[in-house]
């Protein structure tokens, strides 16, 4: 597999389980975050799915395309251990959906960043939320929901928490 | 559509373009060049559709993956408008496939760019060559060939030469 078929088959990934995840709490209200804001593609997708629900933003800078940024008030910048605490004080435990995509081209980095940042997103969500995380996370609240058909085990993870 | 459904459709549509061009030129021998090595996606899918063609790419700098980088004989380095000239001497009119993925977030620079360069790209084409192109190119020996199906028209450009 050529890395623009892989580029495409990610992406795909993507725009299905935001979709699963969009769809699994949308008969409920309560916020949805997203941590890494990158180029903003994920979060155009997502926003489109849930144009009323409260949605804040985690990143270390923003580098995404101009109509693709969040308001101020929607985005929590810096490092997410700082952030994530600051969003606990702001925002309670109201977190119904959360998007991690959070990788590097470090495979080793993104895994440990991904552990020591999912206790905290864990304290912000809700019962019932559910989580798309490009990264495998063990956590006792977080069980494993099964891919949508066609996407490759081990590409993206779904999540639903209680 | 979101820019995550765009950044879809626009890889789908490289990915069906770049292998319409490969099979036209399949049972010719003559060589193929990339203006815009990016991040090496489109290059690393075009040489799984042609091992056996010579393969050359030009870009300002090379920012690829690098398993994507060709080797220092096949890469052009530097300005589009010197590395081209510098290519006619070296290569002569023996180019039987371009890919031009040349775009840059300003479209007006972009469609200036091309249609700066498209006339040195010209002069490597050998007669009944194909183009893939980001940008529309209007040159008297260049016929737009139809895109493959379900491509938006606009979205990308082929072409046929002679």
Redesign the interface.
Known sequence: M????S??RR??A??LC?EWAASAVANRSGNAIELGLG????F??LR?LMPERPFYVFDRQIAA?PD?IPADDRIFLGDFRETLVAAKQALGQTVLLAHLDIGTGDKAASIALAAEIAPLVDGLLADDAVVVSDQPVILPRWTSAPLPEGIRPGRIHLYQIG
């Open positions: 050529s890395r623009l078929d580029a495409i992406l795909q993507q725009q935001l180029n903003g593609r994920t155009d997708h489109s395309h693709c």
